[in-house]
């Protein structure tokens, strides 16, 4: 019988930066370990709501030096994994409400993968306004998708449920920022633990021996 193959939760939202940059190193450490990654939908905002957090940028704009380091933090990770196509959006911070429904009705009809890298290279390589409908059609569109369809099935009731419930489901795991990543029941925060979670996937995928 074949052995299961591990897990890895993504908690993901568009607008975080760092959800994007740990995008593009995560398929390479699930490749590594055999595990398969489930990116998981939800509103950083209703999470913020819940858990009483904020940005970093409101939580830390005070802190002589703090938003300067981690900024030094993005540059250093972007260069070691030679990510040379992020930008940061200049309409930041967008509302993700419209696009992250978007998503989840994606998925639903068959073309999440798709939708998912046309707008990460919207909101964090061209620097889109990816909360104005009139972009997110025209991006949906040049990636040969059906924008008037998608951005309908964003009104659908069961699509904004599914949202609200991962959402609630995440919070409720103990999530109170994104990007949060689950192996099994550990959980870990921001894109600098990425090494933490191949280490964990390797060994749940030994049977939980290190």
């Given at each position: 019988?074949?052995?299961?193959?591990?897990?890895?939760?993504?908690?993901?939202?568009?607008?975080?930066?760092?959800?994007?940059?740990?995008?593009?190193?995560?398929?390479?450490?699930?490749?590594?370990?055999?595990?398969?990654?489930?990116?998981?939908?939800?509103?950083?905002?209703?999470?913020?709501?819940?858990?009483?957090?904020?940005?970093?940028?409101?939580?830390?704009?005070?802190v002589k030096?703090?938003?300067?380091?981690?900024?030094?933090?993005?540059?250093?990770?972007?260069?070691?994994?030679?990510?040379?196509?992020?930008?940061?959006?200049?309409?930041?911070?967008?509302?993700?409400?419209?696009?992250?429904?978007?998503?989840?009705?994606?998925?639903?009809?068959?073309?999440?993968?798709?939708?998912?890298?046309?707008?990460?290279?919207?909101?964090?390589?061209?620097?889109?306004?990816?909360?104005?409908?009139?972009?997110?059609?025209?991006?949906?569109s040049a990636?040969?998708?059906?924008?008037?369809?998608?951005?309908?099935?964003?009104?659908?009731?069961?699509?904004?449920?599914?949202?609200?419930?991962?959402?609630?489901?995440?919070?409720?795991?103990?999530?109170?920022?994104?990007?949060?990543?689950?192996?099994?029941?550990?959980?870990?925060?921001?894109?600098d633990r990425?090494?933490?979670?191949?280490?964990?996937?390797?060994?749940?995928?030994?049977?939980?021996?290190?």
């Open positions: 019988m074949a052995t299961p193959r591990t897990t890895i939760d993504f908690i993901f939202d568009f607008g975080s930066p760092n959800a994007y940059l740990a995008w593009q190193v995560l398929p390479a450490i699930a490749e590594r370990t055999g595990a398969t990654v489930n990116l998981i939908p939800c509103l950083l905002g209703g999470i913020f709501k819940a858990t009483n957090n904020q940005s970093p940028a409101t939580a830390f704009g005070e030096g703090k938003l300067a380091y981690e900024g030094l933090e993005t540059r250093r990770f972007v260069a070691k994994h030679g990510l040379t196509k992020f930008r940061m959006n200049p309409n930041f911070p967008v509302n993700t409400l419209l696009i992250m429904r978007g998503l989840v009705a994606a998925r639903r009809m068959g073309v999440g993968d798709t939708y998912l890298s046309a707008v990460l290279a919207a909101m964090w390589e061209t620097g889109e306004k990816m909360d104005d409908p009139e972009v997110v059609a025209r991006v949906l990636a040969g998708l059906d924008a008037q369809a998608l951005l309908a099935a964003t009104q659908d009731p069961e699509v904004k449920a599914e949202l609200v419930a991962n959402t609630e489901a995440a919070v409720a795991r103990g999530v109170f920022g994104i990007p949060t990543f689950f192996v099994g029941d550990e959980m870990f925060f921001g894109k990425l090494g933490q979670i191949e280490e964990e996937a390797v060994i749940q995928a030994r049977g939980g021996v290190k």
